[in-house]
């Protein structure tokens, strides 16, 4: 084989780089010709990628932990795993599934698996929240910017040589616009945390250090999502757990949510002594929370304490009107009256009703069980006192005024159901005088004299059914003398007696005044006609027929009452005047159980040759079936109370080193602003 000579030599170590006497700088590389650049360590790569993600720049962060990946390939790196899922976070990419969560697991001694497990409780909060993920470019020059249809040329971006950089939010999840609403019918559901979640989230409060920032605020989410699924039982034992810890780091919002929960905590706690639950709730209802939730905390504090006995601190918890004019509102409205009728407080107790009432129709009351329950309450306080001037003012201001008539017929039936026939009897009259309808008069005049019989008042009874009885022959224009009976409602009666027996009557007798006044024309007219009187011999027809059946209901409903009582003069007077009616009024519509009233009453008599009639010769008087009063109670449930809304999550549970290759808790951070949205334009 030929040697190369020297010279060769030399011109072959000149063209690849000849390194004699140039050993001290190799490192530098080759001193003639290019060749490639050494590799970027681990640790610069885990540096520019967090530099990357605090710029925003989430394409270069990608790239770089590409980078790292390929090299890192078939290794375990608990870092690199920490910042794949913080990419898939600001990228708004969901984890549909929950990773396993174990109690037996070890501690999470290395910090980046704290880290990355913190990463994923907030990638399957997107998953629940439904967050769309970030679009993919238009193409071209062209990039979608913070709204989905706003573009943004890159010459945006150059700055003037005076002007600095200023950081920006840019939203990562789609265009950030409101859902929109559900369809009619269609319900929108609560997004609520699965089982699995809250345990992870759990599980990872007790594998963090007690001195990791990020371990009150996995106790302050555990307890929040327990109570947001309805379980607030379960939040004691994190909240407990988090009153343990040396200093925990929270936002002044994330405190008030502390408080909160543990008032909601608390009162879901039955073993909790009441004084605890009424310490709790006040702390919790003097936050600056919105008015409903408030309320609905109220609600649930003031039944533990009444559950416990403590009415009177329940009753302040609630405090006075107006409660709201829903649901929630008229409960409240209901659990005051029942507190302040037990405790005889009559006065707020008709506060109370008057304002959940007072704009409500009669349709409205009795489509609502919470309001009906009110009104009959109400209406039940004022037959503690005798009916009076400022009772009917009171019936007035418990709705609209012009159903009035109304409540007073309801409070009259109420009065009968209580057996405060006084009462009844003084609202039916009242009725009687202020009801226009002729058909009502005649009903309210007939429950008057029930309630008066059933009462004992013999004079009122004896009025009010002697009325009813000579009623029969009257006509519209003696309406004021049926209001005032006397010597001449009993003249009337006479002389409308002696007009109908026209057989035999003296031709040329002079006419009595009644008589004299049938004659005049009707309805202001000149002359009399045979067509008006006709017309109003149907109406004094139709007119004589309610009133008999007014008469067959007094008889009817009084009698019982008047056996019961043993009313021998009330019922002496029943008996009188259907005796009168019976055999002077001639054959009625009603006559057959008229009679069979007549004489069931003639056999209750003791004495007097009618009872003798009735009763000789029987074993026994006829049986009367009468009422029986069953106890009355309020079956009002409590409606449904959800604070989820005014308890609202805590913020970002994730935490970034400040320097992407340290993940100690000296240099982590609590990641700023919401999630799904990054800093542009510098670090923060």
């Not at 000849?18 to 540096?47: I, N, Y």
């Not at 969901?94 to 969560?101: E, I």
């Not at 017929?409 to 009687?432: C, I, K, P, V, Y």
Request: net charge neutral; proline share 7%; aromatic share 4%.
């Amino acid at each position: 084989m030929r040697r190369a000579s020297p010279i060769a030599a030399c011109v072959l170590t000149f063209a690849i780089g000849c390194s004699h006497g140039h050993g001290r700088d190799r490192a530098k590389g080759p001193f003639f010709g290019g060749g490639a650049p050494m590799a970027e360590t681990r640790d610069e790569l885990l540096v520019a990628t967090g530099e990357a993600v605090w710029k925003g720049d989430l394409a270069a962060a990608h790239a770089t932990l590409t980078k790292l990946a390929d090299r890192e390939r078939g290794k375990p790196d608990s870092a690199l795993d920490f910042w794949s899922e913080m990419l898939a976070l600001l990228r708004c990419e969901p984890l549909t599934k929950v990773p396993r969560s174990n109690i037996h697991d070890q501690p999470l001694s290395d910090p980046w698996d704290g880290l990355r497990r913190l990463a994923q409780i907030e990638r399957i909060r997107l998953a629940r929240e439904g967050k769309p993920a970030s679009p993919s470019p238009v193409g071209g020059n062209l990039k979608p910017g913070i709204a989905e249809r706003q573009m943004v040329w890159p010459v945006e971006g150059e700055r003037w040589t005076d002007e600095l950089p200023m950081p920006v939010l840019a939203s990562q999840c789609g265009s950030g616009e409101a859902a929109p609403p559900p369809a009619d019918g269609v319900v929108a559901l609560p997004h609520v945390a699965s089982e699995p979640e809250v345990a992870l989230v759990s599980s990872v409060a007790d594998l963090l250090p007690p001195t990791h920032p990020a371990t009150p605020l996995l106790l302050v989410q555990a307890a929040v999502l327990n109570i947001g699924r309805g379980e607030a039982g379960a939040a004691v034992a994190p909240l407990v757990r988090l009153e343990q810890l040396p200093a925990a780091k929270l936002t002044p919002d994330e405190r008030e949510r502390v408080v909160l929960a543990a008032a909601l905590a608390t009162v879901a706690d039955r073993t909790t002594k009441p004084d605890a639950v009424l310490a709790k709730g006040r702390a919790a209802m003097a936050l600056k929370i919105q008015a409903p939730a408030r309320r609905a905390l109220s609600v649930l504090v003031a039944e533990r304490l009444a559950v416990a006995g403590r009415m009177d601190d329940a009753v302040a918890v609630l405090g006075p009107p107006p409660h709201g004019d829903d649901a929630i509102g008229r409960y409240i409205a209901f659990k005051q009256m029942e507190a302040h009728a037990r405790a005889n407080r009559r006065g707020p107790l008709l506060a109370e009703a008057r304002e959940v009432l007072a704009r409500r129709s009669h349709a409205e009351v009795e489509n609502d069980l919470t309001s009906t329950a009110i009104m009959d309450m109400a209406l039940r306080t004022l037959l503690a006192s005798p009916v009076s001037d400022e009772t009917m003012e009171v019936l007035e201001s418990l709705g609209p005024p012009r159903e009035r008539l109304g409540r007073a017929d309801a409070f009259a039936q109420a009065a009968l159901e209580a057996g405060a026939f006084r009462s009844a009897m003084a609202t039916f009259l009242w009725l009687q005088e202020n009801d226009n309808d002729p058909n009502r008069q005649l009903q309210n005049l007939a429950r008057a004299s029930v309630a008066a019989a059933r009462a004992g008042d013999r004079a009122e009874f004896a009025r009010t059914f002697r009325l009813l009885a000579g009623q029969d022959d009257r006509d519209d224009r003696d309406d004021e003398l049926a209001r005032k009976p006397g010597k001449k409602g009993d003249k009337a009666d006479k002389n409308a007696k002696r007009a109908d027996k026209t057989d035999g009557a003296d031709k040329n007798a002079k006419p009595d005044k009644a008589e004299r006044l049938d004659r005049l024309p009707r309805d202001g007219a000149l002359i009399a006609s045979s067509e008006r009187d006709r017309a109003r011999d149907k109406r004094r027809a139709a007119r004589s027929v309610n009133w008999q059946r007014a008469l067959l209901v007094v008889a009817r409903d009084a009698l019982p009452g008047l056996v019961e009582n043993d009313d021998q003069i009330n019922l002496a007077t029943l008996v009188d005047t259907l005796k009168r009616h019976l055999g002077d009024g001639g054959r009625g519509p009603v006559d057959e159980e008229l009679t069979t009233l007549y004489r069931a009453a003639s056999a209750h008599l003791k004495s007097g040759a009618r009872a003798y009639a009735e009763t000789v010769g029987a074993d026994r008087r006829p049986i009367l079936l009468g009422d029986v009063l069953i106890g009355r109670k309020y079956d009002v449930p409590l409606p449904l109370i959800d604070l989820s809304a005014a308890l609202d999550e805590v913020g970002p549970l994730v935490f970034v080193p400040r320097r992407g290759n340290d993940a100690s808790l000296a240099s982590i951070t609590r990641w700023p602003g919401r999630l799904g949205e990054t800093w542009t334009g510098s670090k923060s």
